[in-house]
């Protein structure tokens, strides 16, 4: 039996072809992170603002340009909507609410990450109800604050079963 939640990869600003498979991968390898630990994606849809509804979006430059992204787009359904930027201020590169909301009628009701994709699982961790880097638990932990940690521990496990959104798979 495995837990999960629904994924929404919204691409904002149309990508190549090569980028497409970069965002993929980022996909995959948040999925093999959780699965390890007995979590997973209930789904995954894909979704693309392009280009000429982008708008400034595309390069997200402080935390209120975030917040006005979250309020311009979402998906209607009771997945995560991670919306994928080129780039984000101060050289982040992702971010999310901490404990984001279970539904889409409140403020903050997505992250966001770079093309990269290496803060995916990271930022997941945040929206799905982990407050702390951990970062006392080593590079190794998913929420130490430089993103690419690949464990979590059992409270951690516990805050991501608690989430509204959060409900059994397979």
Same mark, same amino acid.
């Given at each position: 039996?495995?837990?999960?939640?629904?994924?929404?990869?919204i691409?904002?600003?149309?990508?190549?072809?090569?980028?497409?498979?970069?965002?993929?991968?980022?996909?995959n390898d948040a999925?093999?992170v959780?699965?390890?630990?007995?979590l997973?994606?209930s789904?995954?849809?894909?979704?693309?603002?392009?280009?000429?509804?982008?708008?400034g *979006?595309?390069?997200l @430059?402080?935390? =209120?340009?975030?917040? $006005?992204?979250? #309020?311009?787009?979402? +998906?209607?359904?009771?997945s995560?909507?991670?919306?994928?930027?080129?780039?984000?201020?101060?050289?982040?590169?992702? *971010?999310?609410?901490? @404990?984001?909301? =279970?539904?889409?009628? $409140?403020?903050? #009701?997505?992250?966001? +990450?770079?093309r990269?994709?290496v803060?995916?699982?990271?930022?997941?961790?945040?929206?799905?109800?982990?407050?702390?880097?951990?970062?006392?638990?080593?590079?190794?932990?998913?929420?130490?604050?430089?993103?690419?940690?690949? +464990?979590?521990?059992?409270d951690?496990?516990e805050?991501?079963?608690?989430?509204?959104?959060?409900?059994?798979?397979?």
């Amino acid at each position: 039996i495995m837990a999960g939640w629904g994924l929404n990869i919204i691409e904002v600003g149309d990508n190549t072809a090569a980028e497409r498979q970069t965002i993929l991968a980022g996909v995959n390898d948040a999925r093999d992170v959780y699965e390890d630990h007995g979590l997973t994606f209930s789904s995954v849809e894909w979704w693309v603002i392009h280009d000429g509804d982008a708008g400034g *979006y595309r390069n997200l @430059g402080d935390e =209120d340009e975030w917040e $006005d992204l979250l #309020d311009d787009w979402t +998906v209607p359904n009771d997945s995560v909507d991670c919306f994928v930027v080129r780039t984000m201020w101060d050289g982040f590169a992702g *971010y999310s609410p901490i @404990g984001g909301p =279970d539904d889409k009628d $409140d403020k903050n #009701d997505g992250l966001a +990450v770079t093309r990269s994709m290496v803060c995916l699982a990271h930022e997941l961790g945040h929206y799905m109800g982990d407050h702390d880097h951990a970062d006392a638990l080593g590079r190794g932990n998913v929420m130490h604050s430089f993103c690419g940690g690949r +464990v979590f521990t059992y409270d951690q496990y516990e805050a991501f079963l608690e989430h509204g959104w959060t409900h059994i798979v397979r």
